[in-house]
């Protein structure tokens, strides 16, 4: 196996460890070995992802957003305690006669019976700088009030369509949640198809050592016989040589890919897996979509993509936000009720009735919008220029998806064409080994034949790998087109 065997899988392999810096070799570990197919390592993850279970909480944090929206159009009770001590009761200054008493107050004096022969002594009323004014103090020292205020919504246009927005912003969350287990989905069949393809091409090239080791001993004893110089027997240990490194190498790469498919599946790198799938199984799924004709490909894309679904439901948003400023025009009815209970008096003294006074009061409250300068004219012209550019997002989606999916079907079909290419050269080169090995052996044939024919055969089978490799990534290339 030359070296571009391996880098026809290498590319793949580097993809993969760019996104995990860490592990080790999983089957260094000890325990059980687990098996999965591919649907069993994308169910594992589901069920098990971070990122999905973070998802998950999203929703619940809409749910609980509904409700706190809910809320508001429920009744509103809040009860109020509060205990005041004036250290210095405030004081007003008002005219002294303005209860109808004189600045200074007239004492009888000498009083004989008879108004008109008696004698009065004024008294001059408390005044501040001005006699003409009194000051009056209010009020006690402890004040002690307890009060209960209940209100409740009765209408508000926009708080209704509101609500229904809440009740989308749910469904936006289940939805990226299932965007979210697609793209893991995904990610682990990648991750599951550049495994499988790692370990086929460890396979080959086990098969290749093998057949190379009964070469190597055959020739070895046809040199000792003195049939063969000793430079074949070294050229062939030296390609035996080389497939064992190469072997070793693709191995590493092999554990370290298994390390990224437990990555993507949420699993501990110490759990050692195998796989149990075959790459036939994904080459008879391609050939299942190369059936379907772009139509069928159109139709169950435009279906099944969450995105596309996100999209709708983003224009059903701004449509809401649209009627929300609208019904902002619109007044609102509130009702609302009051009680209160005070205590005031100067010695604190909580068990005397006389003390406490009572009040409540109900109440109906509309607010009507009349003038706010063109601020809502001025929102809704910018929410309708907002809904276009989300409609022509949408539309963008729909146009690149068409391409996505050209895209995907014709690689799709050159991968396989390919594929079936390959496979007829690996036969044929394999054909030109076997013969050149026949020639070799009854001595028409030299070394260098055989070396050539080998190096041919491995560059043939490091081609029919990679175009299995592009097989299986054209398909999934195409299934996450569709949605699947």
Do not use: C
């Not at 004492?107 to 004698?119: E, K, Q, R, Y």
């Not at 408390?126 to 009056?136: A, G, M, Q, Y």
């Not at 075959?278 to 139509?295: I, K, Q, V």
């Not at 490799?469 to 569709?482: M, P």
């Amino acid at each position: 196996m030359t070296r571009n065997i391996v880098l026809s899988i290498g590319i793949s392999v580097l993809l993969w460890l760019s996104m995990w810096n860490g592990g080790g070799n999983a089957f260094a570990q000890g325990g059980a070995v687990r098996t999965f197919t591919l649907p069993e390592a994308q169910k594992y993850a589901v069920e098990r992802h971070l990122t999905l279970k973070n998802s998950q909480l999203d929703i619940e944090i809409a749910r609980s957003r509904v409700r706190e929206l809910k809320a508001i159009g429920l009744p509103q009770v809040n009860g109020t305690a509060r205990y005041l001590y004036n250290i210095k009761l405030p004081a007003q200054l008002v005219p002294a006669d303005m209860f109808g008493f004189p600045s200074a107050l007239p004492v009888l004096n000498d009083f004989d019976g008879d108004p008109a022969t008696s004698d009065y002594i004024y008294f001059p009323q408390d005044t501040t700088n001005n006699s003409e004014f009194t000051k009056l103090t209010f009020g006690t020292k402890n004040n002690l009030n307890f009060g209960l205020e209940a209100s409740q919504l009765l209408f508000d246009g926009s708080y209704l369509l509101g609500l229904k927005a809440a009740e989308l912003y749910v469904e936006q969350a289940e939805k990226s949640a299932l965007k979210t287990e697609s793209d893991i989905k995904n990610n682990v069949r990648d991750a599951y198809l550049a495994a499988l393809l790692i370990q086929e091409n460890i396979a080959i090239i086990d098969k290749n050592i093998e057949v190379l080791n009964k070469t190597l001993y055959e020739v070895s004893e046809m040199q000792k016989a003195g049939f063969v110089e000793q430079l074949d027997v070294d050229r062939l240990q030296l390609t035996a040589s080389n497939l064992r490194v190469q072997r070793q190498t693709l191995q590493r790469s092999a554990d370290l890919l298994i390390d990224v498919l437990q990555f993507q599946m949420g699993m501990s790198l110490t759990d050692p897996i195998a796989l149990t799938d075959r790459l036939e199984s994904f080459l008879t799924e391609a050939d299942a979509l190369l059936l379907m004709d772009y139509a069928s490909l159109w139709n169950e894309a435009d279906k099944k993509r969450i995105e596309s679904q996100l999209l709708q439901l983003q224009n059903t948003f701004r449509e809401m936000e649209i009627k929300q400023i609208k019904l902002k025009y619109y007044p609102s009815v509130a009702a609302f009720s009051q009680a209160n209970l005070s205590y005031q008096g100067d010695n604190f003294n909580v068990f005397k009735k006389d003390k406490w006074i009572s009040s409540m009061l109900v109440g109906l409250q509309v607010n009507v919008p009349i003038y706010d300068g063109g601020s809502k004219k001025a929102q809704l012209a910018q929410k309708t220029i907002i809904q276009q550019q989300s409609f022509n997002q949408e539309k963008f989606f729909k146009q690149g998806l068409q391409l996505e999916l050209s895209q995907a079907q014709s690689k799709l079909k050159t991968a396989r064409e390919s594929l079936k290419i390959q496979a007829d050269n690996v036969v044929l080169a394999q054909r030109i080994y076997d013969t050149t090995l026949i020639k070799y052996r009854t001595g028409v044939g030299s070394s260098l034949e055989i070396t050539d024919a080998e190096s041919k055969l491995y560059q043939t089978q490091g081609l029919y790998l990679q175009a299995m490799y592009d097989v299986g990534a054209a398909k999934s290339a195409l299934e996450k087109a569709l949605g699947r």
